[in-house]
């Protein structure tokens, strides 16, 4: 088993950054780490994803990769979301998850998911 427990969403102002914290116990070694968000009214979306150790980041597409930083901290059990520039499209349930299919995963086949933080974007 898994657990990861998320922390760092609230409230922000457009153009504003937040960072989003997920610490991992269990055997988590063995999985890919990532973030999946899932905004109003919409379904849950791969954000990015990180491999503990390997190969070097993977973003869902291109706006993602440009505001967005994955990273990890393998001494802590901890894998970080940096959201930069936020825009109030950016407003979700940010969910921290572990998988082993990289880089890319459906939300179907993610193996263990956290509870979840809210950011929301807005003046």
């Known amino acids: 088993q898994v657990q990861l427990v998320e922390s760092g969403g609230g409230l922000r102002q457009p153009g504003s950054s937040v960072r989003l914290s997920c610490v991992a116990s269990g055997r988590f070694g063995d999985y890919a780490m990532g973030w999946f968000r899932q905004a109003p009214g919409k379904e849950r979306e791969f954000v990015a994803g990180?491999?503990?150790?390997?190969?070097?980041?993977?973003y869902a597409d291109s706006d993602k990769a440009a505001r967005f930083t994955i990273s990890k901290d393998n001494a802590k059990n901890m894998v970080y979301l940096q959201l930069n520039n936020l825009e109030p499209e950016d407003t979700a349930v940010y969910y921290c998850?572990?998988?082993?299919?990289?880089?890319?995963?459906?939300?179907?086949?993610?193996?263990?998911w956290g509870q979840g933080t809210q950011v929301t974007v807005s003046l």
């Open positions: 998850v572990a998988y082993s299919s990289w880089p890319r995963v459906q939300s179907s086949r993610v193996n263990f």
């Open positions: 990180i491999r503990w150790s390997g190969p070097r980041p993977f």
